[in-house]
Protein backbone atom coordinates (compact mmCIF):
# COMPACT_ATOMS: atom_id res chain seq x y z
CA UNK A 1 0.00 0.00 0.00
CA UNK A 2 1.29 3.37 -1.12
CA UNK A 3 0.72 6.93 0.78
CA UNK A 4 0.81 10.16 -0.71
CA UNK A 5 0.51 13.70 0.88
CA UNK A 6 -1.25 16.73 -1.33
CA UNK A 7 -1.43 19.94 0.03
CA UNK A 8 -4.25 22.64 -1.32
CA UNK A 9 -2.24 25.83 0.19
CA UNK A 10 -3.33 27.17 -3.34
CA UNK A 11 -6.58 27.36 -2.96
CA UNK A 12 -9.87 27.61 -0.15
CA UNK A 13 -10.13 24.67 1.29
CA UNK A 14 -13.71 24.91 2.18
CA UNK A 15 -14.19 25.36 -1.27
CA UNK A 16 -12.25 22.09 -2.25
CA UNK A 17 -13.84 20.23 0.95
CA UNK A 18 -17.72 21.47 0.77
CA UNK A 19 -19.81 22.48 3.89
CA UNK A 20 -19.20 19.88 6.16
CA UNK A 21 -16.97 18.02 3.90
CA UNK A 22 -19.85 17.60 1.23
CA UNK A 23 -17.42 17.63 -1.71
CA UNK A 24 -14.80 15.80 0.30
CA UNK A 25 -17.40 12.46 0.81
CA UNK A 26 -17.72 12.67 -3.18
CA UNK A 27 -14.21 12.36 -3.49
CA UNK A 28 -14.19 9.38 -1.04
CA UNK A 29 -17.28 7.30 -3.10
CA UNK A 30 -15.25 8.43 -6.23
CA UNK A 31 -12.57 6.08 -4.86
CA UNK A 32 -13.69 3.51 -2.78
CA UNK A 33 -10.90 1.93 -2.96
CA UNK A 34 -8.37 4.29 -1.46
CA UNK A 35 -8.83 5.86 2.14
CA UNK A 36 -9.02 9.55 1.68
CA UNK A 37 -8.35 11.51 4.92
CA UNK A 38 -8.32 15.73 5.42
CA UNK A 39 -5.89 17.52 7.98
CA UNK A 40 -5.88 21.16 7.71
CA UNK A 41 -4.84 22.17 3.76
CA UNK A 42 -3.80 18.57 3.43
CA UNK A 43 -5.08 15.41 1.73
CA UNK A 44 -3.37 12.12 2.88
CA UNK A 45 -4.04 9.36 0.22
CA UNK A 46 -3.57 5.32 0.96
CA UNK A 47 -3.93 2.80 -1.19
CA UNK A 48 -2.81 1.37 -4.54
CA UNK A 49 -0.56 3.39 -6.70
CA UNK A 50 -2.68 2.81 -9.37
CA UNK A 51 -5.72 4.40 -7.59
CA UNK A 52 -3.43 7.00 -6.33
CA UNK A 53 -2.24 8.20 -9.12
CA UNK A 54 -5.84 8.48 -10.87
CA UNK A 55 -7.09 10.10 -8.52
CA UNK A 56 -4.02 12.89 -8.00
CA UNK A 57 -5.04 13.31 -11.42
CA UNK A 58 -8.21 14.43 -10.86
CA UNK A 59 -7.42 16.33 -7.61
CA UNK A 60 -5.31 18.09 -9.54
CA UNK A 61 -7.93 19.58 -12.18
CA UNK A 62 -10.06 20.24 -9.39
CA UNK A 63 -7.15 22.87 -8.00
CA UNK A 64 -6.19 24.41 -11.50
CA UNK A 65 -10.81 25.02 -11.76
CA UNK A 66 -10.17 26.50 -7.91
CA UNK A 67 -7.02 28.60 -8.65
CA UNK A 68 -9.02 30.16 -11.83
CA UNK A 69 -11.97 30.66 -10.49
CA UNK A 70 -11.94 30.82 -6.93
CA UNK A 71 -15.90 28.86 -6.61
CA UNK A 72 -16.44 25.60 -7.66
CA UNK A 73 -20.27 24.14 -7.10
CA UNK A 74 -20.78 20.62 -6.19
CA UNK A 75 -22.07 19.62 -9.62
CA UNK A 76 -19.35 20.69 -11.63
CA UNK A 77 -17.18 18.68 -8.75
CA UNK A 78 -18.63 15.67 -9.23
CA UNK A 79 -18.13 16.16 -13.38
CA UNK A 80 -14.31 16.58 -12.83
CA UNK A 81 -14.18 13.72 -10.95
CA UNK A 82 -16.54 11.85 -13.58
CA UNK A 83 -13.56 9.55 -15.20
CA UNK A 84 -15.52 8.98 -18.62
CA UNK A 85 -16.24 12.82 -19.88
CA UNK A 86 -12.71 13.95 -20.91
CA UNK A 87 -14.04 16.74 -22.85
CA UNK A 88 -16.17 17.97 -19.94
CA UNK A 89 -13.48 18.62 -17.88
CA UNK A 90 -11.28 20.40 -20.52
CA UNK A 91 -14.02 22.80 -20.96
CA UNK A 92 -14.07 23.47 -16.88
CA UNK A 93 -10.16 23.42 -16.51
CA UNK A 94 -8.55 24.56 -19.30
CA UNK A 95 -9.44 28.19 -19.45
CA UNK A 96 -8.00 31.05 -21.47
CA UNK A 97 -8.17 34.65 -19.51
CA UNK A 98 -9.29 35.91 -22.54
CA UNK A 99 -12.47 33.38 -22.20
CA UNK A 100 -13.80 35.08 -19.37
CA UNK A 101 -16.61 37.36 -20.79
CA UNK A 102 -18.10 39.16 -17.59
CA UNK A 103 -16.51 39.34 -13.94
CA UNK A 104 -19.38 39.52 -11.75
CA UNK A 105 -19.88 40.53 -8.44
CA UNK A 106 -17.13 39.52 -5.53
CA UNK A 107 -14.82 38.62 -8.37
CA UNK A 108 -17.32 35.52 -10.00
CA UNK A 109 -16.00 34.84 -13.79
CA UNK A 110 -18.77 34.26 -16.08
CA UNK A 111 -17.64 32.58 -19.50
CA UNK A 112 -18.77 29.66 -22.19
CA UNK A 113 -18.27 26.62 -20.43
CA UNK A 114 -19.15 23.94 -22.75
CA UNK A 115 -18.27 23.73 -26.71
CA UNK A 116 -21.67 24.52 -28.12
CA UNK A 117 -21.76 27.40 -25.89
CA UNK A 118 -18.19 29.11 -26.81
CA UNK A 119 -20.04 28.76 -30.18
CA UNK A 120 -22.62 31.08 -29.39
CA UNK A 121 -19.80 33.45 -27.96
CA UNK A 122 -18.08 33.12 -31.37
CA UNK A 123 -21.35 33.47 -33.51
CA UNK A 124 -21.89 36.49 -31.54
CA UNK A 125 -18.46 38.24 -32.15
CA UNK A 126 -19.02 37.66 -35.69
CA UNK A 127 -22.93 37.92 -36.74
CA UNK A 128 -25.72 40.48 -35.99
CA UNK A 129 -28.30 38.28 -34.91
CA UNK A 130 -27.92 34.95 -33.76
CA UNK A 131 -30.59 31.68 -33.05
CA UNK A 132 -29.48 29.79 -30.08
CA UNK A 133 -31.65 27.01 -29.82
CA UNK A 134 -31.79 23.83 -27.79
CA UNK A 135 -33.33 22.18 -24.23
CA UNK A 136 -33.62 23.94 -20.46
CA UNK A 137 -30.36 24.11 -18.28
CA UNK A 138 -27.87 24.61 -21.37
CA UNK A 139 -27.17 27.90 -20.71
CA UNK A 140 -28.82 29.77 -23.79
CA UNK A 141 -30.39 33.18 -21.90
CA UNK A 142 -27.22 33.29 -19.53
CA UNK A 143 -24.56 33.20 -22.12
CA UNK A 144 -26.74 35.83 -24.13
CA UNK A 145 -26.99 37.88 -21.00
CA UNK A 146 -23.15 37.70 -20.63
CA UNK A 147 -22.61 38.67 -24.25
CA UNK A 148 -24.75 41.49 -23.80
CA UNK A 149 -23.11 42.64 -20.25
CA UNK A 150 -19.51 42.37 -22.06
CA UNK A 151 -20.63 45.08 -24.61
CA UNK A 152 -22.47 47.25 -22.91
CA UNK A 153 -19.04 47.23 -20.28
CA UNK A 154 -17.58 47.65 -23.32
CA UNK A 155 -19.01 50.38 -24.91
CA UNK A 156 -20.25 48.35 -28.20
CA UNK A 157 -23.71 49.03 -27.06
CA UNK A 158 -25.29 51.72 -25.38
CA UNK A 159 -27.69 49.87 -23.74
CA UNK A 160 -29.54 45.91 -23.30
CA UNK A 161 -32.88 45.30 -24.28
CA UNK A 162 -33.91 41.61 -23.00
CA UNK A 163 -37.28 40.45 -23.75
CA UNK A 164 -39.92 37.49 -23.48
CA UNK A 165 -43.11 36.33 -24.47
CA UNK A 166 -45.54 36.57 -21.78
CA UNK A 167 -47.25 33.03 -22.24
CA UNK A 168 -48.64 31.22 -19.49
CA UNK A 169 -46.94 27.81 -18.78
CA UNK A 170 -49.94 26.11 -17.35
CA UNK A 171 -51.17 29.19 -15.45
CA UNK A 172 -53.84 31.90 -15.81
CA UNK A 173 -52.34 35.19 -16.08
CA UNK A 174 -55.05 37.35 -15.45
CA UNK A 175 -55.98 35.89 -12.16
CA UNK A 176 -52.63 36.16 -10.33
CA UNK A 177 -52.51 39.09 -8.07
CA UNK A 178 -51.21 42.92 -8.76
CA UNK A 179 -50.86 45.60 -11.38
CA UNK A 180 -49.47 44.59 -15.38
CA UNK A 181 -46.02 44.73 -13.85
CA UNK A 182 -46.34 42.55 -11.07
CA UNK A 183 -48.35 40.36 -13.16
CA UNK A 184 -45.40 40.24 -16.08
CA UNK A 185 -42.35 39.84 -13.55
CA UNK A 186 -42.46 36.46 -12.72
CA UNK A 187 -42.15 35.77 -16.45
CA UNK A 188 -38.81 37.67 -16.89
CA UNK A 189 -37.54 36.74 -13.44
CA UNK A 190 -34.59 34.37 -15.32
CA UNK A 191 -33.41 37.15 -16.86
CA UNK A 192 -33.16 39.51 -13.39
CA UNK A 193 -31.38 36.54 -12.22
CA UNK A 194 -28.65 36.51 -14.56
CA UNK A 195 -28.30 40.14 -14.51
CA UNK A 196 -27.82 39.32 -11.22
CA UNK A 197 -24.59 37.50 -11.35
CA UNK A 198 -23.09 40.26 -13.50
CA UNK A 199 -23.56 43.61 -12.16
CA UNK A 200 -23.64 44.68 -8.31
CA UNK A 201 -26.85 45.27 -7.02
CA UNK A 202 -26.38 49.05 -7.13
CA UNK A 203 -24.88 49.40 -10.16
CA UNK A 204 -27.79 47.49 -11.96
CA UNK A 205 -30.63 49.04 -10.53
CA UNK A 206 -28.88 52.41 -11.95
CA UNK A 207 -28.47 50.58 -15.29
CA UNK A 208 -32.79 49.73 -14.95
CA UNK A 209 -33.24 53.42 -13.57
CA UNK A 210 -31.98 55.01 -16.46
CA UNK A 211 -32.84 52.05 -18.88
CA UNK A 212 -29.55 51.48 -19.96
CA UNK A 213 -30.88 47.72 -19.18
CA UNK A 214 -34.65 47.38 -20.10
CA UNK A 215 -36.31 44.60 -19.48
CA UNK A 216 -40.04 43.98 -21.15
CA UNK A 217 -42.63 41.97 -22.19
CA UNK A 218 -42.54 41.46 -26.27
CA UNK A 219 -45.52 43.32 -26.93
CA UNK A 220 -43.73 46.44 -25.55
CA UNK A 221 -41.02 46.30 -28.59
CA UNK A 222 -44.10 46.83 -31.16
CA UNK A 223 -43.02 49.93 -33.14
CA UNK A 224 -39.78 50.43 -31.42
CA UNK A 225 -36.43 50.86 -33.56
CA UNK A 226 -33.34 49.46 -31.39
CA UNK A 227 -30.40 51.37 -32.65
CA UNK A 228 -26.84 50.76 -30.95
CA UNK A 229 -28.66 47.82 -28.15
CA UNK A 230 -27.52 44.49 -27.48
CA UNK A 231 -31.00 42.64 -27.77
CA UNK A 232 -32.06 39.22 -26.62
CA UNK A 233 -35.28 37.81 -27.20
CA UNK A 234 -35.30 34.70 -24.92
CA UNK A 235 -38.32 31.86 -24.75
CA UNK A 236 -39.00 32.60 -28.66
CA UNK A 237 -40.59 29.26 -28.84
CA UNK A 238 -43.41 30.43 -27.49
CA UNK A 239 -43.97 33.58 -30.25
CA UNK A 240 -46.12 33.18 -33.40
CA UNK A 241 -44.77 33.78 -36.64
CA UNK A 242 -46.07 37.81 -36.80
CA UNK A 243 -44.77 38.26 -33.55
CA UNK A 244 -41.33 37.09 -34.29
CA UNK A 245 -41.18 38.69 -37.44
CA UNK A 246 -42.04 41.67 -35.49
CA UNK A 247 -39.46 41.43 -33.37
CA UNK A 248 -36.98 40.50 -35.96
CA UNK A 249 -38.27 44.18 -38.08
CA UNK A 250 -37.52 46.07 -34.49
CA UNK A 251 -33.29 45.54 -35.40
CA UNK A 252 -31.91 48.85 -35.75
CA UNK A 253 -28.43 50.16 -36.69
CA UNK A 254 -25.50 49.47 -34.70
CA UNK A 255 -27.87 46.50 -32.74
CA UNK A 256 -27.01 42.75 -32.30
CA UNK A 257 -29.68 40.33 -31.09
CA UNK A 258 -29.47 36.73 -29.48
CA UNK A 259 -32.92 34.73 -29.89
CA UNK A 260 -32.83 31.91 -27.73
CA UNK A 261 -35.36 29.02 -27.63
CA UNK A 262 -36.54 25.36 -26.85
CA UNK A 263 -39.20 24.12 -29.35
CA UNK A 264 -39.72 20.86 -26.78
CA UNK A 265 -41.37 23.47 -24.95
CA UNK A 266 -44.22 25.15 -26.36
CA UNK A 267 -46.64 26.92 -24.45
CA UNK A 268 -48.85 28.62 -26.89
CA UNK A 269 -52.17 27.53 -27.23
CA UNK A 270 -53.00 24.26 -29.41
CA UNK A 271 -54.40 26.32 -32.36
CA UNK A 272 -51.07 28.59 -32.29
CA UNK A 273 -48.03 27.40 -34.41
CA UNK A 274 -44.42 28.70 -32.74
CA UNK A 275 -42.48 31.12 -35.33
CA UNK A 276 -39.45 29.76 -34.17
CA UNK A 277 -38.91 26.66 -36.47
CA UNK A 278 -40.31 28.78 -39.47
CA UNK A 279 -37.79 31.58 -38.88
CA UNK A 280 -35.00 29.40 -38.08
CA UNK A 281 -35.63 27.53 -41.57
CA UNK A 282 -36.18 30.55 -43.75
CA UNK A 283 -33.39 32.71 -42.31
CA UNK A 284 -30.85 29.93 -43.24
CA UNK A 285 -27.89 30.64 -45.47
CA UNK A 286 -27.92 34.94 -44.75
CA UNK A 287 -24.71 36.43 -44.56
CA UNK A 288 -24.91 37.83 -40.81
CA UNK A 289 -27.29 35.43 -39.27
CA UNK A 290 -26.01 32.25 -37.39
CA UNK A 291 -27.90 29.20 -36.04
CA UNK A 292 -26.36 27.28 -32.78
CA UNK A 293 -28.16 23.93 -31.59
CA UNK A 294 -27.00 23.30 -28.00
CA UNK A 295 -28.12 19.81 -26.69
CA UNK A 296 -28.24 18.17 -22.97
CA UNK A 297 -24.50 18.01 -23.17
CA UNK A 298 -24.49 21.41 -22.86
CA UNK A 299 -26.95 21.03 -19.33
CA UNK A 300 -25.34 22.99 -16.80
CA UNK A 301 -27.65 22.62 -14.18
CA UNK A 302 -28.04 20.04 -11.64
CA UNK A 303 -26.43 16.96 -12.91
CA UNK A 304 -30.00 15.22 -13.11
CA UNK A 305 -31.32 17.80 -15.61
CA UNK A 306 -29.01 15.85 -18.66
CA UNK A 307 -31.17 12.60 -17.51
CA UNK A 308 -34.14 14.21 -17.40
CA UNK A 309 -33.74 15.55 -21.51
CA UNK A 310 -32.43 12.67 -22.47
CA UNK A 311 -35.15 10.72 -21.00
CA UNK A 312 -37.63 13.00 -22.62
CA UNK A 313 -35.69 12.80 -25.72
CA UNK A 314 -36.69 9.20 -26.05
CA UNK A 315 -40.00 9.52 -25.15
CA UNK A 316 -40.60 11.71 -27.89
CA UNK A 317 -38.79 9.69 -30.08
CA UNK A 318 -41.03 6.39 -29.23
CA UNK A 319 -43.80 8.27 -29.92
CA UNK A 320 -43.23 9.75 -33.17
CA UNK A 321 -42.24 6.41 -34.51
CA UNK A 322 -45.52 4.75 -33.07
CA UNK A 323 -47.63 7.69 -34.62
CA UNK A 324 -45.60 6.75 -38.05
CA UNK A 325 -46.10 3.12 -37.96
CA UNK A 326 -49.64 3.71 -37.34
CA UNK A 327 -50.54 6.11 -39.87
CA UNK A 328 -48.28 4.63 -43.17
Not at 187 to 216: C, F, N, Q, V
Not at 262 to 277: A, C, H, M, V
Request: glycine share 6%.
Amino acid sequence: MTETIINLDSVNPIEFFGVNNGKLDVLKKRFPLLKILSRGTQLKISGSPEQIDIAKEKIDLIVQYLERNGHLSENYFEQILGGDDAETVDHFVEKNPNDILVFGPNGKTVRARTANQKKMVQAADKNDIVFAIGPAGTGKTYTAVALAVRALKNKVVKKIILTRPAVEAGESLGFLPGDLKEKIDPYLRPLYDALDDMIPADKLGYYMSTRTIEIAPLAYMRGRTLDNAFIILDESQNTNDLQLKMFLTRIGANAKAIITGDPTQIDLPRNQRSGLEKATRILQNINGIAHVILDEEDVVRHKLVKAIIKAYDKDHKEEEDHYQKNHK
